[in-house]
């Protein structure tokens, strides 16, 4: 329970620091940088390496590969669709969801 | 050119901190325990899950079509056009992650954890930063040409 409540602390706080971030920085597309910067990663690595050692770790990072190109697939279609139909940013980016765990499963899949 | 422009967070609402630092708090426990139940492979996915991703556009989405507002204009096509933006630098950002992530997977293990998750980072802003450049460098010389 004490690590569950310490990661979400951490995850909180590191999440909401990169949000700030893309606040400050101008113009929107150098800010938009920090929408894919490694917070939950920053968050996890620390005590996962405490907890499992850094093999465990680095089996971790190597899938993580995968799923930022999935964050990229994703980001790209999200920017697209966004510009070229105007949809709600929300429904977009919710709606595409599935395209991030199609790439990203799918890459795991192929490449084990 | 890129300025920090510390005035924009008085914008910010308390409720969209707290909605930031919710969502982060849970991802990062979820991906936690999807670490747990499936293993490191899968878990592993969930560190470059766009946690906060959907959040963050809508909250910009919001802010531009509140300034649009205060000028007595609506704003949802602007608002639209700026999280569209704002994806753009984030899929840059996700040529950095992919690097962050590989210099984990092939350092981490017989060196020393914070030195490589530091250099890692590191390696993360100026990749990405580098990309940013380099495509808004070509850009320009693409429309002066095209003029």
């Given at each position: 329970m004490t690590e569950i409540v310490a990661r979400f602390l951490i995850g909180g706080i590191v999440v909401s620091c990169f949000a700030l971030?893309?606040?400050i920085f101008r113009p929107k597309s150098f800010a938009g940088l920090f929408g894919a910067a490694p917070s939950i990663a920053l968050a996890t690595f620390g005590l996962?390496?405490?907890?499992?050692?850094?093999?465990?770790?680095?089996?971790?990072?190597?899938?993580?590969?995968?799923?930022?190109?999935a964050f990229f697939v994703y980001a790209c279609a999200s920017s697209?669709?966004?510009?070229?139909?105007?949809?709600?940013?929300?429904?977009?980016?919710?709606?595409?969801?599935?395209?991030?765990?199609?790439?990203?499963?799918?890459?795991?899949?192929?490449?084990? | 050119m890129v300025s920090a422009q510390l005035s924009s967070l008085k914008d910010i609402r308390l409720r969209?901190?707290?909605?930031?630092?919710?969502?982060?708090?849970?991802?990062?426990?979820?991906?936690?325990?999807?670490?747990?139940?499936?293993?490191?492979?899968?878990?592993g996915l969930f560190l470059a899950f766009p946690a906060i991703f959907p959040a963050g556009a809508s909250l910009l989405e919001t802010h531009e079509k509140r300034k649009m507002a205060k000028a007595g204009l609506d704003g949802t096509?602007?608002?639209?056009?700026?999280?569209?933006?704002?994806?753009?630098?984030?899929?840059?950002?996700?040529?950095?992650?992919?690097?962050?992530?590989?210099?984990?997977?092939?350092?981490?293990p017989?060196?020393?954890?914070?030195?490589?998750?530091?250099?890692?980072?590191?390696?993360?802003?100026?990749?990405?930063?580098?990309?940013?450049?380099?495509?808004k460098s070509r850009w320009f010389r693409w429309r002066k040409t095209a003029e």
């Open positions: 971030l893309g606040e996962t390496i405490v907890k499992h050692g850094h093999p465990y770790a680095a089996i971790e990072a190597r899938s993580m590969v995968f799923g930022a190109i697209f669709i966004l510009m070229r139909y105007k949809p709600s940013a929300l429904a977009t980016t919710t709606a595409l969801m599935p395209v991030w765990f199609g790439v990203s499963f799918g890459l795991l899949y192929l490449i084990p | 969209e901190y707290c909605v930031r630092f919710l969502f982060g708090g849970l991802c990062t426990v979820a991906a936690g325990l999807i670490a747990e139940r499936f293993g490191p492979a899968v878990g096509n602007q608002g639209r056009a700026a999280a569209s933006v704002d994806s753009a630098g984030a899929s840059i950002g996700c040529i950095g992650l992919v690097e962050f992530a590989v210099i984990l997977w092939r350092t981490l017989g060196h020393n954890a914070p030195i490589v998750i530091a250099l890692a980072t590191a390696a993360w802003l100026i990749l990405s930063v580098v990309v940013w450049y380099t495509r």
